[in-house]
């Protein structure tokens, strides 16, 4: 399948939007994207309650006292939840200094370089975060997800099946290794392992969304528009639906080759 050099760079974007719309902390839509692989749900408790209620009494406490690691991470968390990514960065970054060597608070970091695009930087901390002697595939695949949107694919793979090793058929790793092959446009791979991942019990939401993702750039719009809306209460459905179509239609490359049309019952 060949693409316009446009249409190749949406796909790029379009996989960077992707692996930030599946992954840490509980199931949401689209609307409330975030980092797929490392450091998810079952190593960090999401907030609970009003975040912005939370980052201000974290935040007091960490100002009071930067080496307790607990309020950092919490207040980290927080900043992240009310869309605060760049200061989130910038806490667990004092954090670090102040509490040299925690491989907790260098892992939330990293975590935050990702998400704030400094890819080389994230690696360069998750190798200090990870111990070969006691490895955490969730810091692998965060190193993969970090390495795919450096270029580095074979590399990012590599990481991806040690994480699987780790920890079998994984959902987010799995998406993950599909989104990666997404970026190298093997779409019929990247639906499989997509697949692979919808499959698993522990797969949210967004898994699904990915999925659609794939299944509507081989030009499958029905498919892609029932998979999304599936067994989701209507407003969740409609947004995962205007999702897939903003990404679908969201360059001209795209357009002329991959445009979803508006179905009847999703019209204003």
């Known amino acids: 399948m060949r693409y316009s050099p446009r249409f190749a760079r949406y796909l790029g974007s379009a996989a960077s939007v992707a692996i930030i719309a599946i992954g840490l ?26 975040p912005r209620r939370t980052a201000e ?23 992240r939840a009310t869309g605060q990514r760049q200061q989130a960065a910038a806490v667990l970054e004092q954090a670090t200094i102040a509490n040299v060597g925690d491989r907790k608070l260098l892992a939330a970091y990293g975590r935050a370089l990702v998400e704030n695009g400094n890819y080389q930087q994230a690696l ?9 002697a006691n490895p955490d595939w ?7 997800t ?18 699987l090793n780790i920890m079998p058929e994984e ?31 522990g797969a949210d939401a967004r898994v699904r969304q990915n ?26 459905a409609q947004a995962n639906v205007a999702y897939l179509r903003q990404m679908l239609n969201r360059t001209d ?15 204003s």
């Open 138 to 144: 969730r810091i692998l695949s965060l190193q993969g």
């Open 25 to 50: 902390g509980g199931c949401q839509t689209a609307k409330s994207p975030d980092i797929t692989g490392s450091l998810g749900a079952r190593a960090e408790a999401p907030v609970e309650g009003d």
């Open 253 to 267: 490359g795209a357009r002329g080759s991959a445009r979803l049309s508006q179905p009847a019952a999703d019209r």
């Open 124 to 132: 360069d901390v998750l190798t200090k975060a990870h111990s070969p």
């Open 211 to 236: 999925l659609g993702l794939v299944i509507g750039l081989q030009g499958r719009f029905d498919e892609a528009v029932a998979l999304v809306k599936a067994d989701l209460p209507p407003e969740e």
């Open 146 to 163: 970090a390495l795919d949107q450096l270029g580095k694919h074979d590399e990012a793979r590599r990481y991806y099946t040690s994480a």
């Open 57 to 79: 009494v974290y935040g007091e406490r960490y100002r009071a006292n930067p080496k307790d690691t607990e309020a950092a991470l919490q207040y980290g968390q927080a900043l």
């Open 171 to 201: 959902p987010s790793v799995l998406s993950n290794l599909g989104l990666s092959y997404m970026l190298t446009k093997d779409l019929a791979r990247a639906e499989e392992v997509l697949r692979r991942a919808y499959a698993r019990p």
